[in-house]
């Protein structure tokens, strides 16, 4: 090789690797706009000054005409994938078909079919000799006719690709103006060196110095791929994405002033986007300072007036550009219509505050209405009680002092049959009583009411129910309290009826102190629970649905696990409050004990029961028995503490079921004062839970009213 083209051959293995280079890094975002067709661009690039090269290169004349044929294939392919290049570019591959691309490929195809059979014509070269100048022999380029055509169509084309690049440089933002200006200087560069050599005559630039000036444009494109983000947002995706939004984009500069914005953002503001362009974006948007000094990214919504005189609301979003070395250059803010979703936010929040006053409207009925069941039932419980079967007990005790008293066998018999079926009706009244409202559940807690119920279904259905209960599980009012209850009594009466099991569990515990876990399980035939509804697969017409709605209403909510031959869980929630910490009761002094009376005489006796027929009965019932005398009747517990106290009787029989201060509190307040003084308890009531209650306030004994008056006069003798 001879050394003396050494000077020139290396700018063009230098232009060859960068332009390689170039190619690669473009074609690793090929799915980029445009990256394709600049990658080619760049592989012809190398190509061509590769060719060159190889042409200075070699000795032999016939290699290197074929060395400068072949680079041929380069020169006429870059113009036509320049301008490609341009248009996908600056206004989108939409605007280029196949078609296109044929027409393009006509003149750079018959150049290189005339270039490979130029002997036969001379329209490319007008002489097929080699020139040598100092040192450096290549082929003689001088041009022919065809050349001139070749030429200008070259030209054409990339000047063509310049005049897009312009149009972006003249009306795109500041990003996609260096991008436009770097590319733009790329291409002319060769453009620019290439006309040099046309020019210049060959005693001055022996070669052509286009291949040359390659990698100048290789590193001008490199630069502009990492500083500016070429392909990354190019001006056809722009004009694609952001004109094509419906939303409003801005752009500012780091003074907050419009550097660009899109159609959607003109019509918005109601200004020409040329008016815009360079004005503070605080005299166009009315958003809070706050929001257009942000520094990370903010919304808010404003007002504007539309077009047409009409206000509508806009959600604006503010966000931060920063450089790479953290600089804030500029921000972004969009502009989005959301009037009709506003409207459509009040509308639904109106309609949801609707519901929720319409649920807790049924939430109050479902309350008012388990209470008014309840107070009914109760009313209707008060009346067997206080009226009922108080003038049964009134009746019997009549009775049987009457059958005392007569000496008529005949006539004592006829009373007693009168008696026994007073006694009759007065059970059947009570149990009438029970079903209706449970006493206990108004007495003592719920575990206590739920502990009674356990053994009234046992004893009354003949159902084995084992209890866990926790004490301190007290609801949140006396609707859920209720509710529960008849709930836990109506699952019990399923399994009862429908579950054909001997026994069920009923446990109740308090969750997370706020809630209520009320736990019904037998292992009976069981059912199919609905997977929509689970209420519906119930067996019971009114039960597990009507308990869960209300359950619903309060707060609650009821879950139902079943399946056939494996029995049946239903778990009731609903809200707790905290067991109060008992009050403190000041216990009363005891005072000095009545005088016992004297052997043989009478028994005094101080009746307590708020209704009359029972203290007229009890009255003519004691005032035919030897060693008994009755001192006084009291018809509340104040009264009878007043009477005791002045009278002291040996002996209180007292109603557990009184006005106000119950017969239990009275009888405790009795033997803490008078701990000698007796107390018998009497009462309609015959559940074990209140006798327990009323021998744990003191009382001696505790009688049924409807009991024989044989037990009362006992219990009175001691």
């Given at each position: 090789?001879?050394?003396?083209?050494?000077?020139?051959?290396?700018?063009?293995?230098?232009?060859?690797?960068v332009?390689?280079?170039?190619?690669?890094?473009?074609?690793r975002?090929?799915?980029?706009?445009g990256?394709?067709?600049?990658?080619?661009?760049?592989?012809?690039?190398?190509?061509?000054?590769?060719?060159?090269?190889?042409?200075?290169?070699?000795?032999?004349?016939?290699?290197?005409?074929?060395?400068?044929?072949?680079?041929?294939?380069?020169?006429?392919?870059?113009?036509?994938?320049?301008?490609?290049?341009a248009?996908e570019?600056?206004?989108?591959s939409?605007?280029?078909?196949?078609?296109?691309?044929?027409?393009?490929?006509?003149?750079?195809?018959?150049?290189?079919?005339?270039i490979?059979?130029?002997?036969?014509?001379?329209?490319m070269?007008?002489?097929?000799?080699?020139?040598?100048?100092?040192?450096?022999t290549?082929?003689?380029?001088?041009?022919?006719p065809?050349?001139?055509?070749?030429?200008?169509?070259s030209?054409?084309?990339?000047?063509?690709g310049?005049?897009?690049?312009?149009?972006?440089?003249?009306?795109?933002?500041?990003?996609?103006?260096?991008?436009?200006?770097t590319?733009?200087?790329?291409?002319?560069?060769?453009?620019?060196?290439?006309?040099?050599?046309?020019?210049?005559?060959?005693?001055?630039?022996p070669?052509?110095?286009?291949?040359?000036?390659?990698?100048?444009?290789?590193?001008?494109?490199?630069?502009?791929l990492?500083?500016?983000?070429?392909?990354?947002?190019?001006?056809?995706?722009?004009?694609?994405?952001?004109e094509?939004?419906?939303?409003?984009?801005?752009?500012?500069?780091?003074?907050?002033?419009?550097?660009?914005?899109?159609?959607?953002?003109?019509?918005?503001?109601?200004?020409?986007?040329?008016?815009?362009?360079?004005?503070?974006?605080?005299?166009?948007?009315?958003?809070?300072?706050?929001?257009?000094?942000t520094?990370?990214?903010?919304?808010?919504?404003i007002?504007?007036?539309?077009?047409?005189?009409?206000?509508?609301?806009f959600?604006?979003?503010?966000?931060?550009?920063?450089?790479?070395?953290?600089?804030?250059?500029?921000?972004?803010?969009l502009?989005?219509?959301?009037?009709?979703?506003?409207?459509?936010?009040?509308?639904?929040?109106a309609?949801?505050?609707?519901?929720?006053?319409?649920?807790?409207q049924?939430?109050?009925?479902?309350?008012?209405?388990t209470?008014?069941?309840?107070?009914?039932?109760?009313?209707?419980?008060?009346?067997?009680?206080?009226?009922?079967q108080?003038?049964?007990?009134?009746?019997?005790?009549?009775?049987?002092?009457?059958?005392?008293?007569?000496?008529?066998p005949?006539?004592?018999?006829?009373?007693?049959?009168?008696?026994?079926?007073?006694?009759?009706s007065?059970?059947a009244?009570?149990?009438?009583?029970?079903?209706?409202?449970?006493?206990?559940?108004?007495?003592?807690?719920?575990?206590?009411?739920?502990?009674w119920?356990?053994?009234w279904?046992?004893?009354?259905h003949?159902?084995?129910?084992?209890?866990?209960?926790?004490?301190?599980?007290?609801?949140?009012?006396?609707?859920?309290?209720i509710?529960?209850?008849?709930?836990?009594?109506?699952?019990?009466?399923?399994?009862?009826?429908?579950?054909?099991?001997p026994?069920?569990?009923?446990q109740?515990?308090?969750?997370?102190?706020?809630?209520?876990?009320?736990?019904?399980?037998?292992?009976g035939?069981?059912f199919?629970?609905?997977?929509t509804?689970?209420?519906?697969?119930?067996?019971?017409?009114?039960?597990?649905?009507?308990i869960?709605?209300?359950?619903?209403l309060l707060?609650?909510?009821?879950?139902v696990?079943?399946?056939?031959?494996?029995?049946?869980?239903?778990?009731l929630?609903?809200?707790?409050?905290?067991?109060?910490?008992?009050?403190?009761?000041?216990?009363?002094?005891p005072?000095?004990?009545?005088?016992?009376?004297?052997?043989g005489?009478?028994?005094?006796?101080?009746l307590?029961?708020?209704?009359?027929?029972v203290?007229?009965?009890?009255?003519?019932?004691?005032?035919?028995?030897?060693?008994?005398?009755?001192?006084?009747?009291?018809?509340?517990?104040?009264?009878?503490?007043e009477?005791?106290?002045?009278?002291?009787?040996?002996?209180?029989?007292?109603?557990?079921?009184?006005?106000?201060m119950?017969?239990?509190?009275?009888?405790?307040?009795?033997?803490?004062r008078?701990?000698?003084?007796?107390?018998?308890?009497?009462?309609?009531?015959?559940?074990?839970?209140?006798?327990?209650?009323?021998?744990?306030?003191?009382?001696s004994?505790?009688?049924?009213?409807?009991?024989?008056?044989?037990?009362l006069?006992?219990?009175?003798?001691?």
């Open positions: 090789m001879d050394w003396s083209i050494l000077p020139y051959l290396l700018p063009l293995v230098t232009s060859t690797l332009a390689l280079a170039v190619a690669v890094t473009v074609a975002r090929s799915e980029r706009i990256a394709r067709s600049l990658a080619w661009v760049m592989l012809a690039l190398a190509f061509w000054s590769a060719c060159y090269a190889a042409e200075l290169v070699v000795s032999a004349p016939e290699t290197k005409r074929v060395m400068a044929n072949l680079a041929y294939t380069g020169i006429v392919s870059v113009p036509v994938l320049w301008v490609v290049f248009i570019y600056a206004i989108g939409q605007h280029l078909s196949r078609r296109h691309l044929i027409i393009l490929s006509i003149i750079p195809l018959i150049t290189l079919a005339l490979w059979t130029e002997p036969a014509h001379g329209l070269r007008r002489v097929n000799t080699l020139l040598t100048f100092r040192g450096v290549i082929v003689n380029r001088s041009a022919g065809w050349f001139v055509v070749h030429a200008v169509y030209y054409v084309l990339i000047l063509s310049a005049v897009l690049l312009l149009r972006v440089l003249v009306r795109s933002p500041y990003l996609y103006r260096r991008q436009a200006m590319l733009l200087v790329a291409s002319l560069l060769p453009l620019l060196s290439n006309a040099v050599y046309l020019v210049m005559p060959r005693t001055i630039i070669i052509d110095v286009t291949p040359i000036s390659f990698a100048v444009t290789g590193a001008v494109i490199a630069y502009g990492g500083r500016y983000g070429i392909l990354e947002v190019v001006p056809a995706a722009r004009a694609a994405v952001v094509g939004m419906r939303e409003g984009l801005l752009v500012m500069d780091a003074e907050n002033h419009i550097v660009d914005m899109n159609a959607s953002a003109a019509e918005t503001i109601g200004r020409e986007r040329r008016d815009c362009i360079g004005v503070p974006v605080a005299d166009l948007v009315p958003a809070s300072a706050e929001l257009l000094r520094r990370t990214g903010k919304q808010e919504d007002e504007l007036l539309s077009p047409h005189g009409v206000r509508r609301r959600e604006v979003r503010f966000d931060a550009l920063y450089d790479g070395r953290g600089r804030l250059t500029g921000r972004l803010a502009l989005r219509d959301v009037t009709e979703q506003r409207r459509a936010e009040q509308e639904r929040e309609l949801l505050r609707e519901v929720e006053r319409r649920v807790q049924l939430s109050a009925l479902a309350t008012e209405l209470q008014a069941e309840e107070r009914e039932r109760r009313r209707l419980a008060q009346m067997l009680h206080d009226h009922l108080q003038l049964l007990v009134g009746a019997k005790l009549h009775a049987i002092a009457a059958r005392d008293q007569t000496e008529n005949h006539t004592a018999v006829a009373v007693q049959q009168v008696v026994a079926l007073v006694e009759q007065l059970a009244s009570r149990a009438l009583t029970v079903e209706l409202s449970p006493p206990v559940l108004y007495e003592g807690t719920l575990a206590t009411a739920l502990a119920l356990a053994r279904v046992q004893e009354r003949g159902l084995t129910v084992t209890t866990e209960l926790d004490p301190h599980a007290e609801p949140a009012g006396d609707d859920v309290r509710l529960l209850f008849q709930s836990a009594r109506e699952l019990l009466f399923n399994v009862v009826k429908h579950a054909h099991a026994q069920a569990s009923l109740m515990r308090l969750v997370d102190h706020s809630a209520i876990e009320l736990t019904v399980t037998d292992e035939v069981g199919h629970v609905s997977p509804d689970d209420a519906l697969g119930a067996p019971s017409g009114f039960g597990l649905f009507s869960r709605e209300r359950l619903l707060g609650g909510r009821m879950e696990a079943s399946s056939p031959q494996q029995g049946t869980r239903v778990t929630y609903a809200p707790a409050t905290p067991s109060p910490a008992p009050r403190p009761t000041g216990e009363p002094t005072e000095a004990s009545p005088t016992r009376h004297p052997p005489a009478k028994v005094s006796v101080l307590v029961d708020d209704h009359r027929t203290r007229e009965g009890l009255a003519a019932l004691l005032s035919h028995e030897e060693g008994i005398r009755v001192v006084g009747e009291a018809t509340n517990g104040p009264m009878a503490l009477l005791a106290k002045r009278l002291r009787p040996d002996v209180v029989v007292m109603d557990v079921t009184l006005p106000g119950s017969g239990i509190e009275t009888t405790r307040h009795l033997r803490a008078w701990p000698e003084m007796r107390v018998i308890g009497l009462s309609a009531h015959s559940q074990a839970d209140i006798a327990r209650a009323m021998r744990a306030a003191g009382a004994a505790y009688l049924d009213k409807g009991a024989p008056a044989e037990a006069i006992a219990a009175i003798r001691g």
